[in-house]
C-alpha cells in the first residue's frame, strides 16, 4: 500500500493543488489495494488529449469521482468569469431554479443545496472566501485550473456557454448550448440568433446599452426558458408576453429600472425566485398572489447602504391574499399595510422576513403572526416613523438575526428578546431604539451573539461591558449615541472580538478605559472624530499594536 500510495502521489509533480484534490479524493475513497491502483493507472489522461497539463489530469480525476448530483453543480460554477465571487444564497437559488437539487426528506430544497456546497468545498472543487461572523459559508470561488477543466467538461458536453465579446469572435447565434453566460457584450445582439430558441438558462452579467432589446428578444424567441437573470441591467419595462415564458423558474431583474410589473406575471406558475431588489416597482400585481410555487420574493428598494438614516429602504406593497403565497421562504420586503397584515399568519415557510412602515398599532396582530413562524431565522421590523413605538412581546423562538428600527416599547429586551429568542441569537441591529436603561444586563446573557449593532439606540452616558460578557461576540458597531461619555471594556470581556466600529460618539472625550485587553481585535475604526479626540488616539499606547483607521467630523 505505501509503494502504491508513493506512485499515486509522485504524479501529482510536487504541485499543491493536485496533491490536495487527489488527498481529498483518496479520503473518500476506500483504502484498499485496488483503488490505489485505479488511481495509479496510466488511464489519468483526459481522452489521451497530449495538450493538458498533467495537474489538470488529476483534477479530471476529481470530477470524475464526483457523486452525479454534484457534477452539475460543479459545471455551473464554470460559467462565470475568472475569479467571479460567487454568493451562497445566489448560486443556491439558480441551482435549485435549474432543477440540480434532489429532494431528501424533510429538508428544503435549499437546505440540500447548500449541503451539496460544503462536499464541493471539502473537495476542494470550490474555495471558500468567506463565513459570516457565525461561521455560516458566504461566498466562493473556483479556482482557475479547476475552472478551465470545467469549461472544457462544459463545451464537451454542451452543458452550457460563457460568452464574452472581447474573446471571441463568433456571435452568440453561433455557440451552442442550453445555458449562456455573458460575461461582457457591448455591440449588441443580432435581431433573429437562430440559436436562442434552444436556450433554457440567460444570465446576462455585464451588457452595455443595447441591453433593452435584450428582454423582448429573449420573450419573444425562447418560450422554454427556465432562468432569466438580468440583474443590473438597465431595462425599464418587462414585456407582457414574459407571461408565455410558462417553464420559467427564476426571473432577476435586481438594480433593473422596472417600475411596473404586467398583469401577466400571474400566469408563470413554476415561478420559484422573483428578484426585484433595488428596482423602481412599488406594488406587485394582484395576480402575484396565484404565485403558489414562489419561494422567495426580493423587491426591497434601498436608499442608504449604510443604514445611516430612518427610512433608509421601504418595501413593496402586494394587495390582498398574501396568504396564499404559503411557500414563500423569503419575502424581502413587505410595505406594512392593513390588508397584508392578517394573512402573514399563513406564511409558516418564511425563513427569511423584511417588513417596513409598521405603524404601532400594527404591532399585536404581527407578533401573532410572527410567532406562527417556527422557521424564520432571519427577521427585520421597521417603523413607519420615528414616533411609533414597536411593542413586540412575542417573537419566533428559532431567530438567528433581528433588525428592529424604531422606539422600543419598555422592557421589550428583557420580556422580547431574551425570552423568546434566548440562546440561538446571533446577530442583533437596534435603530432609533431611544432605550434609557442600559442595554447590555439584558444582551449579555445572549452569550451566542456575534454582531451587535446600536446605532442611535441608547441615550444614556456609559456603556460598560463586564468580564465574562459576549464571549464570542466578534463585531460590535456604535454609532450616534450623542450622550455616551464612557466606553469602557473589563478584562476578558468580548474576548472574541475582531471589528469595533465607533462613529459619531460626540461626548465621549477619551480612548475606551480597556481597549488593550482587545487581544483579537483586527479593525479598528472611529469615525466623525475631532481633531483633538485624534491627538489623544495618537499619543494612545493602548492601541498601538493594532491597526485603526479614522475620518473627522464635519
Same mark, same amino acid.
Given at each position: ?11 501529482? *509533480? ?13 479520503? !473518500? ?12 493507472? @496510466? ?13 489538470? $489530469? ?47 426528506? +424533510? ?35 473556483? /479556482? #482557475? ?19 464574452? +465579446?472581447?474573446? /471571441? ?15 461582457? &457584450? ?19 452579467? #455585464? ?22 437573470? %438580468?440583474?443590473?441591467? @438597465? ?17 432577476? %431583474? ?7 410589473? @404586467?398583469?401577466?406575471?400571474? *400566469? &408563470? ?41 430612518? !427610512? ?21 420586503? &413587505? ?21 417596513? $412602515? ?11 403572526? %410572527? ?26 423562538? $428559532? ?24 440562546? $440561538? ?10 432605550? *434609557? ?23 444614556? +452616558? ?18 450616534? %449615541? @450623542? ?32 481597549? +488593550? ?32 483607521? /479614522?475620518?473627522?467630523?464635519?
Amino acid at each position: 500500500m505505501t509503494k502504491l500510495a508513493h506512485q499515486v502521489v509522485s504524479k501529482c *509533480k510536487g504541485i499543491p493543488l493536485a496533491i490536495v484534490s487527489i488527498g481529498r479524493l483518496l479520503f !473518500r475513497r476506500d483504502k484498499t489495494k485496488e483503488e490505489l491502483n485505479k488511481l495509479r493507472q @496510466p488511464n489519468w489522461e483526459l481522452f489521451n488529449n497530449p495538450s493538458l497539463e498533467h495537474v489538470r $489530469n488529476i483534477l479530471y480525476l476529481s470530477y470524475i469521482y464526483l457523486p452525479t448530483h454534484l457534477k452539475s453543480c460543479f459545471l455551473y460554477c464554470s460559467l462565470f468569469p475568472e475569479d467571479y465571487l460567487m454568493r451562497r444564497k445566489r448560486l443556491i437559488r439558480l441551482w435549485v431554479a435549474e432543477g440540480f437539487i434532489e429532494r431528501r426528506g +424533510e429538508s428544503t430544497m435549499e437546505e440540500v443545496a447548500e449541503g451539496y456546497l460544503k462536499e464541493l468545498v471539502q473537495r476542494n472543487m470550490l474555495q471558500l472566501v468567506q463565513k459570516n461572523s457565525f461561521g455560516r459559508m458566504k461566498s466562493f470561488r473556483i /479556482h #482557475d485550473i479547476m475552472r478551465e477543466l470545467a469549461v472544457d467538461l462544459c463545451q464537451r458536453e454542451c452543458f452550457g456557454v460563457a460568452y464574452e +465579446e472581447d474573446k /471571441h469572435t463568433e456571435y452568440i447565434e453561433e455557440k451552442d448550448g442550453r445555458r449562456l453566460v455573458i460575461h461582457k &457584450l457591448k455591440k449588441g445582439i443580432y435581431q433573429s440568433p437562430s440559436n436562442l430558441h434552444r436556450l433554457r438558462s440567460l444570465i446576462a452579467l #455585464d451588457i452595455g446599452t443595447p441591453s433593452s432589446s435584450l428582454l423582448p428578444l429573449i420573450v419573444g424567441m425562447s418560450r422554454y426558458m427556465s432562468v432569466l437573470e %438580468l440583474s443590473g441591467l @438597465p431595462i425599464e419595462n418587462v414585456p407582457d408576453a414574459i407571461g408565455d415564458l410558462f417553464n420559467l423558474r427564476h426571473l432577476g %431583474l435586481r438594480g433593473s429600472k422596472v417600475k411596473v410589473l @404586467p398583469k401577466s406575471v400571474e *400566469k &408563470l406558475t413554476n415561478l420559484l425566485t422573483l428578484d426585484l431588489f433595488g428596482s423602481d416597482i412599488q406594488e406587485l400585481p394582484r395576480g402575484i398572489v396565484k404565485l403558489k410555487n414562489l419561494r422567495h420574493l426580493l423587491a426591497e428598494r434601498v436608499y442608504d447602504a449604510t443604514w445611516a438614516e430612518f !427610512r433608509s429602504a421601504s418595501g413593496v406593497r402586494i394587495p390582498r391574499n398574501l396568504g396564499n403565497l404559503t411557500n414563500l421562504q423569503t419575502l424581502n420586503a &413587505l410595505d406594512a399595510q392593513d390588508e397584508s397584515l392578517g394573512c402573514l399568519g399563513e406564511l409558516r415557510q418564511l425563513r427569511s422576513f423584511r417588513i417596513w $412602515n409598521v405603524k404601532g398599532i400594527y404591532c399585536g396582530r404581527l407578533c401573532e403572526s %410572527l410567532v406562527q413562524m417556527q422557521f424564520l431565522s432571519v427577521l427585520s421590523v421597521n417603523a413607519s416613523d420615528k414616533n411609533e413605538v414597536l411593542q413586540l412581546n412575542a417573537l419566533p423562538p $428559532n431567530l438567528k438575526k433581528l433588525r428592529l428600527t424604531g422606539r422600543l416599547a419598555e422592557g421589550t429586551l428583557c420580556e422580547s428578546l431574551f425570552q423568546a429568542v434566548g440562546q $440561538n441569537l446571533y446577530s442583533l441591529h437596534l435603530y432609533w431604539s431611544e432605550l *434609557k436603561e442600559n442595554p447590555l444586563p439584558s444582551l449579555s446573557q445572549m452569550s451566542n451573539m456575534t454582531d451587535l449593532d446600536l446605532t442611535s439606540a441608547y441615550t444614556g +452616558e456609559e456603556l460598560i461591558f463586564l468580564t465574562g460578557w459576549f464571549p464570542n461576540l466578534k463585531t460590535l458597531f456604535l454609532r450616534d %449615541l @450623542p450622550n455616551l461619555k464612557l466606553l469602557e471594556f473589563k478584562k476578558n470581556a468580548v474576548a472574541s472580538l475582531e471589528r469595533l466600529i465607533l462613529i459619531n460618539l460626540n461626548s465621549m472625550t477619551e480612548v475606551p478605559p480597556g481597549i +488593550e485587553f482587545l487581544g483579537h481585535l483586527k479593525k479598528l475604526s472611529f469615525a466623525g472624530i475631532t481633531p483633538d479626540f485624534l491627538m489623544l488616539l495618537r499619543q494612545c499606547s493602548k492601541i498601538g499594536r493594532v491597526r485603526w483607521q /479614522h475620518s473627522l467630523r464635519h
